[in-house]
């Protein structure tokens, strides 16, 4: 119980500080809104760590990687099953969604206009004025070093951040004064993130207090809904599409396998909320299922950084929560192609750690949706909600994963050729 309440103090204490928020919300309605500067210190904390959190985060991790064995075939095989996982994980994310509204409100006008930055007529026009390919070189790319320092510039200083931590890795030796230099800088940086959601509970449950009293009670069921509807798909995902997978790896015996050793680590993920806690369990298990050494240890690690069924599956909750909140259209298969792969690329920045690390794929999915910084805290207390369930099948998603990599690079008789490995270990042993 002690470890229980050690590894869920975080949560509790947030989610205890969001219902205590909700509360005074309804019950004082618009006078709850003289609470709100509380959580803009919050929200300021946040976007001003913003910018140095993307640069180290990426451009060290990206130095880091080192080439593993069997690199050409393992590596191919472990991006095309993290894709197609990935965009099976997406597309369940966008049906369970798309037709249940997450959030009822008939004033989303009001509200986007409360948490939007004043923006002139000029600047309107001009961005009218802007072709499809000048607007993607403006995305992707600055014509001033300065401008990647604003939080306006996400989607190029991400492009640079990797460019920079590419250049890293290729350098090699020569590199190495400056990736020690950066990653003591991540770690600091780091370390302030964890302070700043030390503040976290007064933040957003004054926020949620000012939200609520402002717009009302629809709010705080929608976050209720969210919870619920997310858990449910969770729990399917994680029965249904795990077991077809464990099938698709190794028939009958792969189910067998899969379900005799993935216990553990779904408790352990539970238990931490953290793919990273997870690791080593999930190495382990993944090796008892039969999978070859290499394989293991190479598509655990990855699947920790790259591959999150369960943070997917919940960036498509974030999106389509802000979708209903804001009125947003999204008929036409273009815009449906588009949040899917927001949704996508968002999940590829979310970082292995508790609490708190989802922040920058938060801010990615606000930039490329076009709502206004504000709303992070919005996505914030979502992520809150969903992040037990979410990283259960984030960790959980790279042990079957592993095993459908040993399929495709050890054959078929994967599974036997381990066991004939073990047999002529032991035998040697003896000898």
């Known amino acids: 119980m002690k470890k229980f309440l050690s590894n869920y103090k975080s949560t509790i204490i947030l989610l205890v500080a969001i219902f205590v928020g909700a509360i005074i919300g309804i019950c004082f309605q618009e006078k ?26 990426i451009t060290t991790s990206i130095a880091k990687m080192k080439q593993p064995k069997r690199f050409g075939k393992i590596m191919i095989t472990i991006v095309g099953v993290f894709i197609v996982t990935s965009i099976i994980a997406v597309i369940v994310g966008f049906l369970s969604t798309y037709f249940v509204k997450l959030v009822d409100t008939e004033d989303g006008k009001n509200i986007k206009a409360s948490l939007e930055e004043v923006v002139s007529d000029e600047e309107t026009e001009e961005e009218e004025d802007i072709t499809i390919a000048d607007r993607t070189v403006q995305l992707l790319t600055v014509d001033d070093f300065q401008k990647l320092l604003s939080k306006d510039n996400i989607i190029a200083l991400l492009v640079f951040a990797i460019i920079f931590g590419i250049a890293m890795n290729i350098s090699g030796e020569k590199a190495k004064p400056v990736f020690e230099f950066l990653e003591s800088a991540n ?78 680590s779904t408790f352990t993920a539970l238990a931490t909320c953290s793919s990273a806690a997870t690791i080593p369990v999930n190495i382990e298990n993944t090796k008892k299922m039969g999978v070859s050494e290499d394989i293991a240890e190479t598509t655990i690690p990855l699947g920790t950084s790259f591959h ?80 037990p369930p979410a990283t259960m099948l984030n960790a959980v998603g790279d042990t079957v994963s592993s095993m459908l990599v040993s399929r495709i690079v050890d054959g078929k008789e994967w599974m036997k050729k381990d066991k004939s490995k073990k047999r002529k270990t032991k035998k040697n042993n003896k000898e």
């Not at 709850?32 to 985060?57: Q, R």
């Not at 964890?194 to 000012?210: D, K, V, W």
């Open 32 to 57: 709850a809104t003289i609470l709100s500067p509380l959580g803009d210190i919050f929200l300021n904390l946040l976007l001003v760590i913003i910018v140095p959190l993307i640069f180290l985060t």
């Open 308 to 387: 999150k069924d369960g943070s997917i599956i919940g960036s498509m909750f974030k999106i389509m929560f802000l979708v209903c909140l804001f009125g947003t259209s999204i008929a036409t298969p273009g815009e449906i192609i588009g949040i899917l792969g927001i949704a996508l690329l968002a999940n590829l920045l979310v970082t292995a750690v508790p609490i708190g690390g989802g922040t920058i794929s938060e801010m990615l999915i606000i930039t490329m949706m076009g709502y206004p910084v504000a709303a992070l805290p919005i996505l914030t207390i979502i992520a809150t909600i969903i992040d």
């Open 187 to 264: 770690v600091i940086v780091n370390k302030i993130v964890q302070i700043i959601m030390y503040y976290a509970p007064i933040g957003l449950g004054c926020y949620f207090a000012a939200l609520v009293g402002s717009f009302g009670a629809s709010i705080a069921v929608g976050y209720l809904k969210t919870f619920i509807v997310y858990t449910l798909v969770a729990i399917a995902y994680y029965f249904i599409m795990y077991t077809v997978y464990a099938f698709l790896a190794g028939g009958k015996k792969g189910i067998i396998a899969y379900w005799k050793n993935c216990l553990p």
